[in-house]
């Protein structure tokens, strides 16, 4: 309550307050009980806008139409002595300043008690308003960008960066946008190409999904974390809308500028963007977006783009800001996570050829081996090839001389034996003579098409011929070339010597990426096929010496390369035998 102690009139009131609070800082103002304005100060005026050298007195209304803080409404109650005080009061003055005040409003009582009017004192609070809606702006975006920094941390995966930070600028606890989409530069092509995109892609689906999110009433961290924990949510619509989209960067679109000027751009219609970037703006589904640029330590990584097209809510400058802080700090975490992509890349290449270099240094070992008892077997071998010779001989002798006598069977026997062990010895010194030759890389259809023209020379001409369906070239494997050509050709002589002229047997090559493949297969009636089988199953468990040895060299060598060898397709049709080398990956040219 404020009241004078000597009776005064008007004119003597208005000249009272000039002379005392006309050249305050502080703004004041006077309305009598009539609610017509008797005096504003200098100060007062500038807060409000008010012209003080307009003709006429003004009204409560006319102010109260500028401040918009309740004056009218409650003069009554002021004059009876109650006090209207607001604090940060915001409104635009007469001048379209924005204005933030503290005012304060009270009864006037002049002589004898009685109420003259109301009188008010204002304060213009506007800068400290702007700082402290800066500070909690400022204060709110770093809350935002520890969640989400938080929530990325707990993640190395790129899909799950992508989309917490969507979430971020989308969520209601975080930007606030109601659409977000994201791309990354793809400098082998040049362009944006679209990876993720969060928001409902149409009103209904707006409804339906801020409804569900308001109901479970989650901070942003909640938010975040329940999607890294759960990842039912899926992707939305509006994410395939724009996967895999590219926009060119050597075109003058608003997008490319942003990227290329590292600045945050907020479009606002079509009346300031290049018609090149119509085309964008239209899938978009927007005219009116902020396009924010993901730059870390210089590195252009791609584009955040946010819009409010669902609601149509205008896009504040303070959003834009925010926007663009939060494309920074969202810059670090989608650059560690694809430089932890590449690291995982590389350490998996790394792990493959660390394998094929131990599967090479194994398979060296094996071929060192296979040397050594190469050469052992071959001082055995002709150790064993002139006494040998030397029986067979005097067996012979005495058969075609007639010394014979009652000796004829034994002698039989003695020469055939000797025959016999003959032909295991020059298999030994085959595989010997063939240890001597170096490791090289071989063309595995080449290989196997020498080993197919060996077998059909020493095939009789009595036998149906075997076919040969070589595959495409360029399958190389790594090893002895002789070892594997005398594998190869035991494999193919065993098998086509033991089947009948009825069966027909064709030999085919092919290979994919880390097998060389040779098939021996068969074609015939069911009374072959019988046959096929007792063959193939004589082959590989019989007792027969020369047999035996020559199919356990044959192995032993393809298994020694790193391969193997079988028998497959017994329970279909026919079955075939099949041989299959590791295809070569030049790790190591050594041994």
């Not at 350490?347 to 131990?358: S, V």
């Not at 006598?405 to 020059?426: C, D, F, K, M, P």
């Not at 060898?565 to 299959?580: H, I, K, T, W």
């Amino acid at each position: 309550m404020i009241e004078t102690t000597s009776p005064v009139n008007t004119g003597s009131r208005a000249a009272l307050f000039e002379a005392h609070l006309g050249r305050s800082p502080l703004g004041f103002f006077y309305f009598n009980n009539r609610g017509q304005m008797e005096f504003i100060n200098r100060s007062g005026a500038e807060i409000i806008g008010w012209d003080k050298s307009a003709a006429g007195p003004a009204s409560l209304q006319d102010v109260e139409d500028i401040i918009h803080c309740g004056l009218t409404g409650r003069f009554g109650q002021i004059l009876g002595g109650e006090s209207l005080e607001l604090s940060e009061h915001q409104f635009v003055n007469r001048q379209g300043r924005f204005v933030a005040m503290n005012i304060y409003c009270n009864s006037f009582y002049a002589e004898a008690g009685v109420t003259a009017g109301i009188f008010a004192l204002i304060l213009d609070v506007t800068d400290s308003y702007r700082k402290k809606v800066r500070l909690e702006e400022t204060n709110y975006i770093l809350s935002v960008i520890s969640q989400v920094s938080e929530a990325v941390s707990s993640t190395a995966d790129i899909d799950d960066v992508l989309r917490v930070i969507l979430i971020g600028v989308t969520a209601q606890q975080g930007l606030g946008f109601n659409r977000a989409f994201l791309f990354l530069v793809n400098n082998a092509e040049n362009c944006l190409e679209g990876k993720m995109a969060v928001g409902p892609a149409s009103p209904e689906e707006a409804v339906e999904v801020w409804s569900r999110l308001a109901n479970k009433h989650k901070t942003l961290a909640e938010l975040l974390n329940e999607y890294l924990v759960s990842q039912e949510s899926g992707l939305p619509r509006l994410h395939h809308n724009i996967q895999g989209w590219k926009i060119p960067l050597n075109e003058n679109t608003i997008f490319a500028q942003a990227l290329h000027d590292g600045k945050v751009i907020n479009i606002r219609g079509r009346d300031n963007v290049t018609p090149e970037s119509w085309p964008a703006m239209d899938r978009l589904g927007a005219d009116y977006m902020v396009v924010a640029p993901v730059i870390s330590k210089g590195n252009r990584l791609g584009l955040i783009i946010a819009d409010n097209q669902i609601t149509g809510r205008r896009i504040a400058d303070s959003q834009v800001e925010l926007l663009q802080t939060f494309a920074n700090h969202s810059a670090v975490a989608v650059e560690r996570s694809q430089l932890y992509d590449k690291v995982l890349e590389r350490a998996e290449e790394l792990a493959e050829k660390n394998r094929q270099l131990a599967l090479s240094q194994e398979q060296i070992i094996r071929s060192e081996k296979m040397a050594v008892i190469g050469e052992l077997t071959s001082s055995i071998a002709h150790e064993l090839r002139n006494p040998l010779t030397v029986i067979g001989g005097f067996a012979n002798m005495m058969l075609t001389t007639g010394e014979a006598g009652g000796n004829s069977e034994y002698l039989n026997i003695i020469y055939a034996e000797t025959q016999r062990a003959e032909s295991v010895i020059h298999q030994v010194l085959d595989f010997s003579r063939a240890s001597r030759t170096p490791n090289c890389e071989i063309e595995f259809t080449q290989m196997t098409a020498k080993a197919f023209e060996h077998l059909l020379s020493k095939m009789r001409f009595s036998q149906r011929r075997p076919r040969f369906n070589p595959g495409p070239a360029g399958a190389m494997v790594w090893g002895n070339p002789d070892q594997l050509h005398h594998a190869l050709f035991q494999f193919m002589w065993l098998t086509v010597e033991e089947t009948t002229d009825e069966c027909q047997v064709e030999i085919t090559t092919a290979f994919d990426k880390d097998r060389a493949k040779m098939t021996i297969g068969f074609t015939g009636c069911d009374h072959t096929r019988t046959k096929v089988v007792k063959t193939l199953s004589q082959i590989f468990g019989s007792t027969t010496g020369t047999q035996k040895l020559s199919m356990l060299v044959a192995g032993e060598t393809v298994r020694c390369h790193g391969g193997n060898y079988g028998v497959e397709g017994v329970e279909a049709n026919f079955p075939s035998l099949y041989v299959e080398l590791p295809i070569y990956q030049g790790v190591n040219k050594n041994g």
